[in-house]
C-alpha cells in the first residue's frame, strides 16, 4: 500500500478553507454596519490601504510638514489607484522638465487615503505671493500654479478643492487674505483650461490651519493647498 493516501490530505484542506470562509461570512453578517462599511472597504481596495506609509511621489525630508492621514474632502469617495497614479506620474514630470524652476521649497506632492494634496508654498527665496500685495501672483507664482493646472486639465475628471492659507505673522485681514489667495489661484486655473464643474471647494482659513512642526517656521504656512480626487 506504498504511495498514495495523500489525497485526502488535500480535500482536508479544501474543506477548512471553505470553513474559514463560512465564518467570516457569518461574521460579518452579523457585524454593524460601520464594520460591514469598513471591510467593504478594504475589498474594494481603497487608496489609504496601499499608499498610507508613502512619503509623496516626490523624496523630501521636511515631508513631516504635509503629511496628514486624510485629505478630508467634503464627500469622500474611493478612489481609482491606477487614476492618482497618472495624476501623480504628469505632476512628477513637472518636475522632471523644469528641474531649475520648480524646487522642493515651492511645490510638495503628498498622496493621501482621498487622493492627492499638493501644497505650494511662499518660499521667501522665490516668492509666489508679492511681498507689497500678499493677495497678488508674482510671475513665478503664476508658472506653478499653471503646471498644476495643466496637468488638471488634461485630468478633466477629477475634483479640486483650492484652500488658501496664511503665516500667524501675516500683517493685515489674514481672512480676506487668504481667500483672495484661494479666488486668484481658481481664476488663473480656469484660465488654463480648468473646467468650473471640477471645483468643488475654494476657500480661505486664515491662520487657522498651520501645518505639523511649523513652529519653528511659520512663513511655511504661507501657502495654498490644492486637493485632487477621481471624479465621483
Known sequence: MGG?????KVAFADFVTAMMALFLVLWIVNQDEEVKGEVSAYFQTRYWSLTK????????DNMELV??????????SFIPLMHIKKISKDLLEVYVKNP??????????QTT?????VNIF????????????PEKLTEYGEFVFQTVAWTLARHNDTEVE?????SSNLAGDKWKVSTNRSLKVRELMRGQGVRQRQFKKVAGYSDTKPLPQSETN????DRVTIRIRAGS
Open 100 to 109: 531649475n524652476y520648480i524646487d522642493m521649497k515651492t511645490m510638495r506632492v
Open 218 to 221: 511659520p512663513a511655511l504656512n
Open 67 to 76: 503629511q496628514s492621514k486624510k485629505a478630508h474632502f467634503d464627500n469622500a
Open 113 to 117: 487615503d482621498d487622493g492627492l494634496l
Open 122 to 133: 511662499d518660499n521667501p527665496e522665490r516668492p509666489v505671493f508679492e511681498a507689497g500685495n
Open 53 to 60: 506609509d508613502s512619503p509623496g511621489i516626490i523624496p523630501n
Open 162 to 166: 483650492v484652500e488658501g492659507h496664511t
Open 4 to 8: 498514495g493516501g495523500g489525497a485526502w
